[in-house]
């Protein structure tokens, strides 16, 4: 069966620096500029600068302010350029070099952008803000226990700051330091209650923990706070599932679905919940979108092909499993797929033609999963029953009795050895099997069956009717003891 899949998260914040105002010696379009930034009109004031620029290109502040309003505006990539320019003409100005290091930390470029942090805190080595900035890019890096000496700074001299002690608790946990960072997210969380990422941080570390009902709380205080919260939806859903709370679980993966409609976790996860459900057409649904993000994973592929397959779609089903099979011949799961659906056209198979053809595909489905799996036991007994109707004994036995040296207490393997032993007319033998099987499955059915069966086959038809009625009162719908009981009269 497919697993859920997990998503990991890291969330931290960055502090912007407001560049300084220089008005002596100022250009017209500078001044504008800054006029329209007072005034919220951050596009009219970013092209203001630009035009200072184009007057000078070396006006230094004009290319600082250009770069600071380019990440007010969400635009990273373009205030790169400027503030490097700016960090060329004002060596020595901290403002400059932390917002270069925002936008390249903002555009992947971290090494550089932990670069510009360091020469921004040489210039101002007791900036809370710079030393924050800094470790959140050493957590990007993979350096927590650098983070961590550099957030416990930040935190001594800002012991209030929830952020600070949001990424402090990120560092320890990355670092399995998961009490205290439980200890510092409860901290940040009574700082900022209502901030929907240290709420999730803390969920997340609850979960981590093993306290399901904390971590549901702030996951859900989480998800109340910041609409838009798609990783505490998935984190939900996945607690959600592991207490097989599987309608819940639907609700809060269909949740971040919604928000994250390309992301492949949370499609996944829903076509693998909608299965368990029988909703197979919901969870077609489900991973055909998840292969969207993710077209060549090869358990979604083969998720899919099962769905398809108990839908009714049966040949777009074995179809979809063969694309699963061309990609990777030793997929296993994808071949046990196959191999039971090609078990059961067999069984639906109207004429002698089919079933015995159908027969032949499973058989060779299921010899390949025995290949690959040598220690599958239901693949060794589904192997032994198509011997067994193909009444090749010997390999069937074969099957049935290695099922049995892997799992001594599996009754089918049993079954099966009991039916060959009345194939092979050795009846006395069968119905001894058959008794020490009902003794240590009393409950199994089709036990009594098949002893009734062996027992009618020496003519003690009272013990084979009392045996069919035994089968008939576990599971009074069991067609076969039925039937048995009908042709010998009640």
Same mark, same amino acid.
């Given at each position: ?9 890291? =969330? ?73 320019? /700016? ?25 550089? /952008? ?151 976790? @949370? ?30 994973? =090869? ?21 979809? =499993? ?17 191999? /039971? ?32 799996? @040598? ?21 069937? /036995? ?93």
């Amino acid at each position: 069966m497919e697993m859920i899949r997990k998503s990991v998260l890291v =969330l931290f914040a960055f502090v912007l620096v407001v560049c300084a105002v220089y008005a002596n010696a100022a250009s017209e379009n500078f001044k504008k500029g800054l006029q329209f930034y007072r005034a919220g009109d951050l596009d009219a004031a970013a092209a203001s600068m630009q035009s200072a620029i184009d007057e000078d290109p070396n006006d230094a502040y004009a290319n600082s302010w250009l770069g600071f309003i380019r990440l007010k505006q969400n635009k990273p990539a373009e205030a790169v350029a400027p503030l490097q320019k /700016a960090s060329e003409l004002l060596p020595k100005d901290a403002e400059v070099w932390t917002n270069l290091g925002t936008a390249l930390l903002l555009i992947g470029e971290n090494q550089k /952008a932990a670069d510009a942090y360091e020469q921004a805190l040489k210039l101002r080595p007791t900036s809370a803000e710079i030393i924050y900035n800094l470790a959140s890019v050493e957590l990007k890096l993979g350096h927590p226990d650098k983070a961590e000496k550099l957030l416990r700074d930040a935190a001594a001299r800002k012991p209030n700051d929830a952020n600070i002690q949001n990424n402090l608790g990120l560092a320890l946990q990355q670092q399995g330091k998961l009490d205290e960072a439980l200890t510092v997210f409860k901290k940040a969380s009574s700082l900022d209650s209502n901030n929907p990422s240290i709420l999730l941080n803390l969920g997340l570390a609850q979960k981590e923990k093993g306290d399901l009902a904390g971590a549901k709380q702030s996951l859900q205080r989480a998800v109340a706070a910041g609409k838009d919260n798609y990783y505490a939806h998935l984190a939900l859903g996945e607690i959600y599932a592991k207490e097989n709370k599987v309608d819940e679980a639907i609700k809060e993966y269909a949740a971040a679905a919604n928000l994250k409609p390309d992301q492949f976790t @949370p499609n996944y996860n829903l076509g693998v919940l909608y299965a368990r459900q029988n909703k197979h057409t919901l969870a077609i649904d489900a991973y055909s979108a998840a292969l969207k993000a993710k077209p060549t994973d =090869l358990e979604t592929m083969t998720g899919l092909g099962w769905s398809l397959f108990k839908a009714g779609k049966q040949q777009e089903a074995i179809k979809q =499993l063969k694309v699963v099979i061309d990609q990777d011949a030793s997929y296993v799961s994808a071949h046990r797929r196959l191999a /039971a659906i090609y078990t059961a056209q067999k069984d639906a198979a109207a004429d002698a033609d089919s079933r015995r053809s159908l027969r032949d595909l499973a058989i060779a489905e299921w010899q390949t999963v025995v290949k690959l799996d @040598p220690k599958d036991v239901n693949a060794r007994i589904n192997l032994g029953n198509l011997y067994l109707e193909a009444r090749d004994f010997d390999k069937a /036995a074969a099957e049935y009795k290695a099922a049995s040296n892997l799992d001594s207490k599996n009754p089918q393997a049993k079954l099966g050895l009991g039916l060959i032993l009345v194939e092979q007319e050795k009846f006395y033998d069968a119905i001894t099997l058959f008794r020490d099987l009902v003794k240590s499955n009393p409950n199994l059915a089709a036990a009594y069956n098949n002893l009734g069966v062996a027992l009618e086959k020496v003519g003690r038809k009272d013990e084979a009717r009392q045996q069919y009625q035994k089968a008939l009162k576990i599971d009074p719908n069991y067609s076969d003891a039925k039937y048995n009981l009908d042709r010998l009269g009640q």
